[in-house]
Structures are given as C-alpha cells and as structure tokens.
T-cell receptor
Framework: GEDVEQSLFLSVREGDSSVINCTYT??????LYWYKQEPGAGLQLLTY?????DMKQDQRLTVLLNKKDKHLSLRIADTQTGDSAIYFC????????????FGIGTKLQVIP | KAGVTQTPRYLIKTRGQQVTLSCSPI?????VSWYQQTPGQGLQFLFE???????NKGNFPGRFSGRQFSNSRSEMNVSTLELGDSALYLC?????????????FGQGTRLTVV
C-alpha cells in the first residue's frame, strides 16, 4: 500500500535554507506534491513534480526527486518567518483517481 | 473565482449523535475528495466523488459516508459519533483534466465530539 514518511519538526534561522525530506513507497505514483498548511487554514499546494523528473525549481523552492530511493525533498532558499507552517509531502493520484496519500507533516519553525 | 467552501467551520457534537458536513467545490470542478486530519494520524483519505459517484474509498468504518449532488456539491455524514472522530475534516476539489492534477482545499470543518 501507499505510505509517506517525513520528519515531524525542523527549525531554521531566518535567511538560511530549509530542507524538508520525505520518503514514499508507491512507485506507481504519477505526481509528488508539497503542500503548506498555516494555522487555522486549509492546505495550499506549493509545488508538485512528475515522477519522471529529477528536479523542479520555482522561485525560492527546489524539489529534488530520487525515484530509485523513493526520496523527495523540498528546499526553501532564504527562509522567511512567513514560511513557518506545516509542510506535507504527498503522492498520487493512485489508480487513476484523485486519491492523494499524505505524510504526517513537518512543522517548520523559522527563528528571526 | 471563489475557492472551496466548507460549512460549518466549527461543530461540537456529543457521542452517539450524527453530523453532516458540506463542501462546495470550485465552479467547474467535478471531483471532490474528503480527508480527515488528526494530530496523531495526519491526513487520511476518506473518499472521492466524481459526477455523483464514489470512485475511491479509504479505510474508514461504514459510519462515514458521503454523497455528491448534480451541482458537484458534496456532503459527508458521520453517524454514531465517537470521541475519536474529533478532527479537522478537509474537502478538496479538482478539475480532473489531463495534465491538471491540482487539488484545491477548503479551510476545513473542525469537529469536536464530547
């Protein structure tokens, strides 16, 4: 079955880079996602990568995918206090449907 | 355009009661998925509806059910509520078009069972 694992907590200083890591199990996943959840809010899609890509860059965000090791990472350059949130790694769709399997979320704390 | 709207935002129920949550997807989106978010389990997939049909279902007991109407609005129902059903319930809508897989989430309904 599908399973997504990520660490629970990361603390970085403002201006430094943050790297959030994730491993997944379903090799048939078409897309891998990073979502951001701020307190009291729903989930916001930050970026996603097709499973046949190795890297995707979008402004301060860089996603790296190692398909062989089923490892996904999100790098946030020049981390700001506004980046403090919970970041969810997710894989899907599975079986052609819109089912997305999420990790438990990594809480990013940015220290001013 | 308007985002995904979930109502109500907050709800308090007692054990044994039932509850109905509502989700209005983005206009034109035909796929609606429901997720349960708890601190211990993270986000768990409940079910997905597309064109009024349930296409996929997660590992939840039969007390959790849902439906979708012809205007794509969806409801989920939980009967015989248990304390462990306290959670944030999130709804996501998708366009479901080739090459477009983004799911847009609502702000959720926070259900507390006492």
């Amino acid at each position: 079955g599908e399973d997504v694992e990520q660490s629970l907590f990361l603390s970085v200083r403002e201006g430094d880079s943050s790297v959030i890591n994730c491993t997944y199990t379903d090799s048939s996943s078409t897309y891998l996602y990073w979502y951001k959840q701020e307190p009291g809010a729903g989930l916001q899609l930050l970026t996603y990568i097709f499973s046949n890509m190795d890297m995707k860059q979008d402004q301060r965000l860089t996603v790296l995918l190692n398909k062989k090791d089923k490892h996904l990472s999100l790098r946030i350059a020049d981390t700001q206090t506004g980046d403090s949130a919970i970041y969810f790694c997710a894989e899907g769709p599975s079986g052609g449907y819109q089912k997305v399997t999420f990790g438990i979320g990594t809480k990013l704390q940015v220290i001013p | 355009k308007a985002g995904v709207t979930q109502t109500p935002r907050y709800l308090i129920k007692t054990r044994g009661q039932q509850v109905t949550l509502s989700c209005s997807p983005i206009s034109g989106h035909r796929s609606v998925s429901w997720y349960q978010q708890t601190p211990g389990q993270g986000l768990q997939f409940l079910f997905e509806y597309f064109s009024e049909t349930q296409r996929n279902k997660g590992n939840f007991p039969g007390r959790f059910s849902g439906r979708q109407f012809s205007n794509s609005r969806s409801e989920m129902n939980v009967s015989t509520l248990e304390l462990g059903d306290s959670a944030l319930y999130l709804c996501a809508s998708s366009l479901v078009r080739q090459g477009n897989t983004e799911a847009f989430f609502g702000q959720g309904t926070r259900l507390t069972v006492v």
